[in-house]
């Protein structure tokens, strides 16, 4: 199977200071692939890579065989490559339905976007229930929806979540994993999932690849690193 996305060996650089230090990993189409790793190790800086927020000084990233590393944000959005970012950022200031249209942005056809809209308030019935209600004014939980709304709204080939459970209650965090599985299954998109809840992570995922300083330094299938020793003891707190 050709890989639909490729890192390949990239370097980013804060100042003088190496984030990443030759980055590289694939995805597969449907695949969900688990990204894990302390807090500082990168993964941030990786998803930002990928989706143009930040530009490789070496190596490049690829997307169904186009290199996009040097492209701006908006143009790989274009692509169908969509970030959820950490900390949810929705606009707080604008209604649910609002921040929803956003996410549009690629889509000319309004037709469409009505169709999609609708779909939305279908995967998120609460979001329906909320749509004149400001942004801002939402839970955590709520707010982590109307993010995921947004991101699907660009039709996304590949979805990149950063962090989504995090600050959210026990109970949300179950919904979200679902959420993720469910996009997923039902439409067939690619995910690439950085989340501190490194044994859910590992359990809906297919592959990870555990990253320490910018370096990775573990790659396999979930089931060979839930078996593995440095794993165990260093994000499950298994002894």
């Known amino acids: 199977m050709e890989n639909l996305l490729e890192v390949d060996q990239i370097h980013v650089y804060y100042d003088k200071i190496a984030a990443l230090k030759g980055i590289s ?47 701006p944000a908006w143009k790989i959005a274009r692509r169908r490559v969509v970030q959820i970012p950490e900390g949810r950022k929705v606009f707080p200031r604008l209604t649910v339905l609002e921040n929803i249209e956003i996410g549009a942005f690629p889509i000319n056809n309004k037709k469409e976007v009505k169709k999609e809209i609708e779909n939305m308030y279908n995967l998120f019935p609460v979001l329906k229930e ?10 955590g939980g709520e707010q982590q929806m109307l993010a995921i709304a947004r991101g699907l709204m660009a039709k996304p080939e590949i979805l990149m979540f950063d962090e989504p459970s995090m600050g959210l209650a026990p109970i949300l965090v179950e919904k979200v994993f679902q959420t993720i599985q469910e996009i997923n299954k039902r439409q067939g998109i690619t995910i690439l999932l950085v989340e501190q809840n490194v044994k859910k992570s590992l359990q809906i995922a297919g592959r990870a690849y555990v990253m320490e300083t910018g ?24 002894h």
Do not use: C, W
């Open 25 to 71: 990993l694939y995805l597969q189409q449907g695949e969900i692939v688990a990204m894990i790793g302390a807090n500082g190790a990168g993964k941030t800086t990786l998803i930002n890579t990928i989706s143009g927020v930040l530009h490789p000084q070496k190596g490049f990233v690829k997307f169904k065989d186009e290199i996009i590393s040097n492209l």
């Open 130 to 139: 909320r749509k004149k209600q400001l942004a801002g004014t939402l839970s």
């Open 215 to 238: 370096s990775i330094v573990l790659a396999d299938t979930t089931d060979k690193l839930l078996e593995n020793e440095l794993v165990k003891k260093a994000y499950l707190g298994e």
